[in-house]
């Protein structure tokens, strides 16, 4: 479930995510990007994803934030369209580094890149130029990235492998 989470009720939903993890897709949702915490909390009870796309607005809840922590779901940040849509001033204010010390698994993603004019590249380089991260804190954030996608085992095996 994608796009404008700010219409419908998640919860209305939850029965085809229930069938889409009974047949084995991976589970993920569009949330906490422009209808707040509160959507995110939903997705985590009504879905039960294992990744979010967005989350960046659990940032406004402390207790949310431990939660997808140790529920170790993964954030699928996307700094560039978070500015482009006017939810941080910059990239300084943007709580990917926040999140990813509280311990939240955080992958980096360019969202829709002809809409929000960015790309994968990009958003790996304000990451680096903002925060200060290095070529390792780079791989790992890359490493979560790969080990939440949905993808068979050999195919995440070889991925990683190209990390080392």
């Known amino acids: 479930m ?15 995510f229930d069938i889409a993890r009974d047949a084995g897709l991976g589970i993920t949702i569009h949330a906490g990007e422009l209808a707040g915490p509160d959507s995110v909390r939903d997705a985590l009870d009504h879905v039960r994803p294992s990744r979010i796309g967005h989350g960046v607005r659990a940032i406004e809840d402390e207790a949310l934030v431990k939660r997808i922590a140790e529920e170790g779901v993964v954030l699928e940040l996307c700094p560039g369209s978070n500015l482009a849509l006017g939810l941080y001033p910059d990239i300084s204010r943007h709580p990917f580094d926040r999140l990813r010390r509280a311990g939240v698994k955080v992958t980096l993603n360019s969202d829709d890149p002809p809409h929000f004019g960015s790309s994968i590249g990009r958003e790996y380089e304000m990451a680096a130029d903002a925060w200060g991260y290095d070529a390792a804190q780079l791989t790992a954030i890359t490493r979560t990235s790969l080990e939440a996608a949905f993808v068979d085992a050999p195919t995440r095996a070889f991925l990683l492998g190209q990390l080392d």
């Open 2 to 16: 994608a796009g404008e989470e700010r219409f419908g009720r998640v919860a209305e939903f939850a029965r085809a």
